[in-house]
């Protein structure tokens, strides 16, 4: 296929993330304005609201830019998805007779604060990367039994909270919980110790369900991408999760990425899931490819230091789709809806440099990592900056999600002091 020009002359590169081939979704805002639909096309934002009242973006089934959030294309369904990205082609490519229409809808991107660019109606997350299920695994358990029984059959989920779902850039703050170390008789509540980030993609439904899905049907849903942190404080967890799963360890906040790139955009880099130990049930069996060939990395910055990159790792690396964990969570006739957010679950690779969280990094805390700048961490401390980013190259293009950033904040003083 190659780069798609377009006459934003800023797309037209072979490493810029947003070229005509990606054209994402996100909710901007410039100074005092009220926030608004836009899509990113090289270093600029197309104003959708702007367009749609110039008359460009007009669709019968619309308006669609008068609300800050993409929740209403959505429930339009794929055909609209196609038909509204055929036209955002056909106005940002080289040559369009619109072009000095549009140009008085383009803001700048440097210009613009970048806002959640859905509703989030329920988040989900799941724990579907083998890597870090077997480093988990082992690192709890034992490295001969370190994936549950269940692991090979189904993806293993929880239910989260959409509720602390915000854009990066947001900070986060270190949270207060029970917690109870080995070596102590009995619990106390204090600020989190083990505070960590978990790399996973969000995967977005577009589409209603109320009945069981198949993996075909799922995949359809599926609106667009997203990068995720799931925020994460382990020592919190590993007294409150058994037997019902992480609760307050995973509530304090997941971080997403602010540009929804779309399952159309991420087409030419499909790729499969890799071969499975145990035949999957039919309802979950693979039938095509379903993940995508997406490089992920994450960086740490202490307070005022450079980045160090921490790991790198790729989509690739998980044993579940999201298409097969959108089919899983239909089966129990669970209805899901327009703006439902799926996690991966951690994506780690094989390797101790594709690992991504810091529990697997520093093992535990038994090794800490030294940062470029000097100095080490087992677990994020308060002031460090933690950014996840992620692309697909093609050939002579790349499709880029961004960055999703959180900065720690210290913990607030107790707050039950009196
Ligand atoms: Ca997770």
């Given at each position: 296929?190659?780069?798609?020009?377009?006459w934003?002359?800023?797309?037209?590169?072979?490493?810029?993330?947003?070229?005509?081939?990606?054209?994402?979704?996100?909710?901007?805002?410039?100074?005092g304005?009220d926030?608004?639909?836009?899509v990113?096309?090289?270093?600029?934002?197309?104003?959708?609201?702007?367009?749609?009242?110039?008359?460009l973006?007009?669709?019968?089934?619309?308006?669609?830019?008068?609300?800050?959030?993409?929740?209403?294309?959505?429930?339009?369904?794929?055909?609209?998805?196609?038909e509204?990205?055929?036209?955002?082609?056909?106005?940002?490519?080289?040559?369009?007779?619109?072009?000095?229409?549009?140009?008085?809808?383009?803001?700048?991107?440097?210009?613009?604060?970048?806002?959640?660019?859905?509703?989030?109606?329920?988040?989900?997350?799941?724990?579907?990367?083998?890597?870090?299920a077997?480093?988990?695994?082992?690192?709890?358990?034992?490295?001969?039994?370190?994936?549950?029984?269940?692991?090979?059959?189904?993806?293993?989920?929880?239910?989260?909270?959409?509720?602390?779902?915000?854009?990066?850039?947001?900070?986060?703050?270190?949270?207060?919980?029970?917690?109870?170390s080995?070596?102590?008789?009995?619990?106390?509540?204090?600020?989190s110790r083990?505070?960590?980030?978990?790399?996973?993609?969000?995967?977005?439904?577009?589409?209603?369900?109320?009945?069981?899905?198949?993996?075909?049907?799922?995949?359809?849903?599926i609106?667009?991408?997203?990068?995720?942190n799931?925020?994460?404080?382990?020592?919190?967890?590993?007294?409150e999760?058994?037997?019902?799963?992480?609760?307050?360890?995973?509530a304090?906040?997941?971080?997403?990425?602010?540009?929804?790139?779309?399952?159309?955009?991420?087409?030419?880099?499909?790729?499969?899931?890799?071969?499975?130990?145990?035949?999957?049930?039919?309802?979950?069996?693979?039938?095509?490819?379903m993940?995508?060939?997406?490089?992920?990395?994450?960086?740490?910055?202490?307070?005022?230091?450079?980045?160090?990159?921490?790991?790198?790792?790729?989509?690739?690396?998980?044993?579940?789709?999201?298409?097969?964990?959108?089919?899983h969570?239909?089966?129990?006739?669970?209805?899901?809806?327009?703006?439902?957010?799926?996690?991966s679950?951690?994506?780690?690779g094989?390797?101790?440099?594709?690992?991504?969280?810091?529990?697997?990094?520093?093992?535990?805390?038994?090794?800490?990592?030294?940062?470029?700048?000097?100095?080490?961490?087992s677990?994020?401390?308060?002031?460090?900056?933690?950014?996840?980013?992620?692309?697909?190259?093609?050939?002579?293009?790349?499709?880029?999600f961004?960055?999703?950033?959180?900065?720690?904040?210290?913990?607030?003083?107790?707050?039950?002091?009196?």
């Amino acid at each position: 296929m190659g780069l798609m020009k377009s006459w934003v002359a800023s797309a037209n590169t072979v490493d810029h993330p947003f070229p005509l081939n990606n054209l994402p979704y996100g909710v901007f805002s410039v100074g005092g304005d009220d926030p608004r639909c836009g899509v990113a096309i090289g270093d600029m934002i197309l104003d959708c609201l702007a367009a749609e009242e110039a008359g460009l973006l007009e669709f019968d089934e619309g308006p669609f830019f008068d609300v800050p959030f993409w929740n209403e294309v959505m429930e339009a369904g794929p055909r609209f998805w196609a038909e509204l990205r055929a036209r955002l082609q056909e106005l940002l490519a080289e040559g369009a007779a619109a072009r000095s229409e549009l140009e008085t809808c383009l803001v700048a991107q440097v210009d613009a604060e970048m806002h959640l660019p859905f509703l989030v109606a329920e988040y989900t997350d799941f724990y579907a990367g083998r890597h870090h299920a077997f480093n988990v695994g082992s690192m709890f358990r034992d490295p001969a039994n370190a994936l549950p029984p269940n692991w090979l059959h189904i993806p293993i989920g929880y239910n989260g909270r959409a509720s602390s779902v915000v854009v990066s850039g947001t900070p986060v703050r270190r949270p207060w919980g029970q917690l109870k170390s080995p070596d102590h008789a009995q619990p106390a509540f204090l600020p989190s110790r083990r505070f960590d980030f978990e790399l996973e993609m969000g995967a977005i439904v577009g589409t209603p369900s109320d009945r069981p899905v198949t993996v075909d049907e799922a995949d359809a849903m599926i609106f667009g991408y997203v990068l995720l942190n799931d925020w994460s404080a382990r020592d919190i967890q590993a007294w409150e999760y058994q037997p019902l799963g992480p609760f307050q360890a995973k509530a304090t906040a997941t971080s997403l990425s602010p540009w929804i790139v779309t399952q159309a955009a991420l087409a030419p880099f499909r790729a499969s899931c890799p071969p499975r130990d145990v035949e999957l049930l039919p309802h979950l069996r693979d039938t095509g490819p379903m993940l995508y060939d997406i490089t992920l990395t994450a960086s740490i910055a202490p307070e005022g230091k450079p980045p160090t990159k921490l790991s790198q790792t790729n989509y690739r690396e998980m044993y579940y789709s999201a298409a097969q964990q959108l089919a899983h969570h239909t089966t129990s006739g669970c209805p899901m809806n327009p703006g439902d957010l799926l996690g991966s679950g951690t994506i780690s690779g094989p390797t101790k440099p594709e690992r991504g969280s810091l529990l697997e990094l520093s093992w535990g805390g038994k090794d800490p990592i030294t940062l470029d700048t000097g100095e080490v961490r087992s677990f994020l401390e308060d002031g460090d900056t933690l950014t996840l980013s992620g692309h697909a190259k093609g050939d002579g293009f790349t499709i880029g999600f961004g960055t999703c950033s959180g900065k720690i904040l210290p913990a607030l003083p107790d707050p039950y002091a009196r």
